[in-house]
């Protein structure tokens, strides 16, 4: 079945620092690939997606570019700001007709002045 | 944009009461709604699928005499926790899609607070 694995946290940054968070996925297809963010006491929010091979998502700095060989979709963005701190989400979606999404597990991300 | 909102935001109830979590979609017609639960170390754990009209399909390992779910419409689905226990205690939130969309996209709602004493 389909799965995603993205990176454990939590992850604590300093502002201005470099951010990485790793995805992989396994699923049928060629499935649409998301990044969803959660601030404290909220629900969740998309913050980008890609739908194809080689598509890149991007939105408030960050990016994440769809890469079928490796079968991977990073999250990346160059300078994080205290307004970051979240968990972040990697989601995807395989067309099965449900239109559920599976999710990671998320990863805590902290970022500090 | 396509929103979600949740009622109550947050909720406090006895136990072996029962709770009503409202789901609606403001602005679009959501055929398919999703019901989660988020454990204190932030996963996402999805309970059921809702559709319009139908019985809601619920995931292994989730009772569904206990977490009832009608989506009686086409912009409100509704999760009621029957007979609520201190172990009910979470974070509900819900998800729609919109079909005009592509259907791939899920729209969160801010999710429901639930503590039950």
Request: negative net charge; glycine residues 8%; aromatic residues 12%.
């Given at each position: 079945?389909?799965?995603?694995?993205q990176?454990?946290g939590p992850?604590?940054?300093?502002?201005?620092?470099?951010?990485?968070?790793n995805?992989?996925?396994?699923?049928t297809?060629?499935?649409?690939?998301?990044?969803?963010?959660?601030?404290?006491?909220?629900?969740?929010?998309?913050?980008l997606?890609?739908?194809?091979a080689?598509?890149?998502?991007?939105?408030?700095?960050?990016?994440?570019?769809y890469?079928?060989e490796?079968t991977?979709f990073?999250?990346?963005k160059?300078?994080?700001?205290?307004?970051d701190?979240?968990?972040?989400?990697?989601?995807?979606?395989?067309?099965?007709?449900s239109?559920?999404?599976?999710?990671?597990?998320?990863t805590?991300?902290?970022?500090?002045? | 944009?396509?929103?979600v909102?949740q009622?109550?935001?947050?909720?406090?109830c006895k136990?072996g009461t029962?709770?009503?979590?409202?789901c609606?979609s403001l602005?679009f017609?959501?055929?398919t709604?999703f019901?989660y639960?988020?454990?204190?170390?932030?996963?996402l754990?999805?309970?059921?699928?809702?559709?319009?009209?139908?019985?809601?399909?619920?995931?292994?390992?989730?009772?569904?005499?206990?977490?009832?779910i009608n989506?009686a419409s086409?912009?409100?689905?509704t999760?009621t926790?029957?007979?609520?226990h201190?172990?009910?205690?979470?974070?509900?939130?819900?998800?729609?899609t919109?079909p005009?969309?592509?259907?791939?996209?899920q729209?969160?709602g801010?999710g429901?607070?639930?503590?039950?004493?």
């Amino acid at each position: 079945g389909d799965s995603v694995t993205q990176m454990e946290g939590p992850v604590t940054l300093s502002e201005e620092a470099f951010l990485t968070i790793n995805c992989t996925y396994t699923a049928t297809g060629y499935p649409s690939l998301f990044w969803y963010v959660q601030y404290p006491g909220e629900g969740l929010q998309l913050l980008l997606k890609a739908t194809k091979a080689d598509d890149k998502g991007s939105n408030k700095g960050f990016e994440a570019t769809y890469r079928k060989e490796t079968t991977s979709f990073h999250l990346e963005k160059g300078s994080v700001q205290v307004s970051d701190s979240a968990v972040y989400f990697c989601a995807l979606y395989s067309g099965a007709g449900s239109y559920q999404l599976t999710f990671g597990k998320g990863t805590k991300l902290s970022v500090i002045p | 944009g396509a929103v979600v909102s949740q009622h109550p935001s947050r909720v406090i109830c006895k136990s072996g009461t029962s709770v009503k979590i409202e789901c609606r979609s403001l602005d679009f017609q959501a055929t398919t709604m999703f019901w989660y639960r988020q454990f204190p170390k932030q996963s996402l754990m999805l309970m059921a699928t809702s559709n319009e009209g139908s019985k809601a399909t619920y995931e292994q390992g989730v009772e569904k005499d206990k977490f009832l779910i009608n989506h009686a419409s086409l912009t409100l689905s509704t999760l009621t926790v029957t007979s609520a226990h201190p172990e009910d205690s979470s974070f509900y939130i819900c998800s729609a899609t919109d079909p005009t969309s592509g259907g791939d996209e899920q729209f969160f709602g801010p999710g429901t607070r639930l503590t039950v004493l």
